[in-house]
């Protein structure tokens, strides 16, 4: 993890949003079209949305796949690859990717899914 005040404070920013918005948190859902379309959104969907705003889906799949354009929005929160695939992809229990949200805010590592690398 590289952490920085920017990655802690967007890590913030996303943790304050999910706490005032629940019903738009599913980490089963990728999408970041914002909560403005009544859909829900991961923690990835929310930083990217948090960053880009409406454009975010045209920035993260613009000449990518998804893994690859999910892995950009890990940089914006100081993620390695392995931390990036782990939280959006390994990680669907809302409450478990909430608390690996709280280890970036505090610039802590957390725990990997170690069965899956």
């Known amino acids: 993890m590289q952490s920085t005040e920017a990655t802690r404070a967007l890590a913030q ?3 304050d949003f999910i706490h005032e918005h ?6 089963g859902s990728i999408d970041m079209n914002g909560p403005q379309c009544g ?3 991961c923690i990835a969907g929310t930083a990217a949305w948090l ?3 409406d454009k975010s889906g045209d920035i993260i799949y613009t000449g990518t796949g ?3 354009g999910l892995i950009k929005v890990g940089s914006l929160l100081g993620l390695s690859h392995n931390e990036a ?4 992809f390994n990680t669907s229990d809302n409450e478990k990717a ?6 970036i805010i505090v610039g802590e ?3 990997l899914n170690v069965d899956l690398y």
């Open 13 to 15: 920013r996303v943790l």
């Open 22 to 27: 629940p019903e738009h948190h599913d980490q």
């Open 39 to 41: 859909t829900t959104m």
């Open 51 to 53: 960053t880009w705003g």
């Open 66 to 68: 998804a893994p690859v």
């Open 85 to 88: 695939e782990d939280l959006f």
């Open 98 to 103: 909430v608390q690996k949200l709280k280890h």
């Open 109 to 111: 590592p957390f725990e």
